[in-house]
């Protein structure tokens, strides 16, 4: 059991804190707080519950270490309906920091999956494994994500998992470093915002500027004009022009006049 709490300290708790033993002996719950007495974060959970949640969460394991570059997160079935990644950090990061990073997976690799059958900590409370459900009566436990499909129709264990096997699976993953957290955080961030910018027309030095229409007017003028001039008078001659048209064709007609 040491050797667990030991595992257990290494990956999820601050320096200082640390699971109770008595209550992962017996299963009882215990409400997993990853935040350290400066308010940041070692570790996040996020979790995946309901139909056909193996397949969301092993296509998420794998993107973690193939696109984001990151060591692979600990898998835990969740002793209900789903199953956990358990993300551990070498160094504390602010909560807000970790709220991007959290959402920047479920907008990128989750976006199929209703929020209400996600779990996302520290946003939401979720208990430290390996304990037994309140709800179904079974364990959860972290596994080898080889063993992910054998349980995904049943994503919890009847009996308690051996503390020792625990600890030994728990001792063969890594913490994310800062650098690399930071640079997944980039990576996940949603694309930025692109806004039309308007059309600038090149005017012809020495002629004046002729009013912009709208897309839904248009003015009764017919003809060929062969210079601005002769196309202004028509605008500002044309009775069935907007008094708008009529004044900005005689405003540009200006120039001719002096």
């Keep these: 059991m040491n050797k667990l709490i030991a595992e257990l300290q290494r990956l ?91 959402t920047g997976l479920r907008r990128r690799y989750l976006a199929e999956v209703p929020d209400t059958r996600l779990t996302v900590c520290p946003a939401a409370a979720v208990n430290l494994v390996p304990a037994i459900n309140g709800a179904s009566g079974k364990w959860s436990a972290f596994i080898d994500p080889s063993m992910g499909r054998v349980l995904a129709h049943e994503p919890w264990l009847d009996i308690a998992p051996n503390p020792e096997r625990q600890a030994d699976l728990l001792s063969n993953f890594l913490r994310i470093e800062r650098t690399a957290f930071e640079r997944a955080v980039v990576q996940l961030a949603p694309p930025p915002v692109v806004t039309a910018q308007p059309v600038v027309e090149a005017v012809q030095p020495g002629l004046p500027v002729l009013p912009t229409l709208g897309s839904t007017e248009r003015l009764g003028v017919e003809g060929h004009f062969s210079d601005p001039q002769s196309f202004l008078l028509a605008v500002m001659n044309d009775p069935n022009a907007s008094a708008a048209h009529r004044i900005d064709a005689a405003k540009a007609l200006l120039p001719y006049w002096k």
Excluded at 68 to 94: H, T, Y
Aim: no cysteine.
């Design 12 to 102: 999820f708790f601050y320096p200082g804190q640390s699971p109770d033993e008595a209550s992962l002996l017996s299963g009882a719950a215990q409400v997993f707080d990853p935040q350290g007495p400066d308010g940041q974060l070692r570790a996040m959970v996020l979790g995946v519950n309901g139909a056909e949640t193996w397949d969301y969460v092993a296509a998420l394991w794998q993107e973690v270490q193939d696109d984001l570059q990151l060591p692979a997160p600990v898998m835990a079935v969740s002793g209900a309906d789903g199953f956990q990644l358990w993300f551990s950090l070498a160094e504390p990061v602010p909560l807000a920091k970790a709220h991007s990073f959290l």
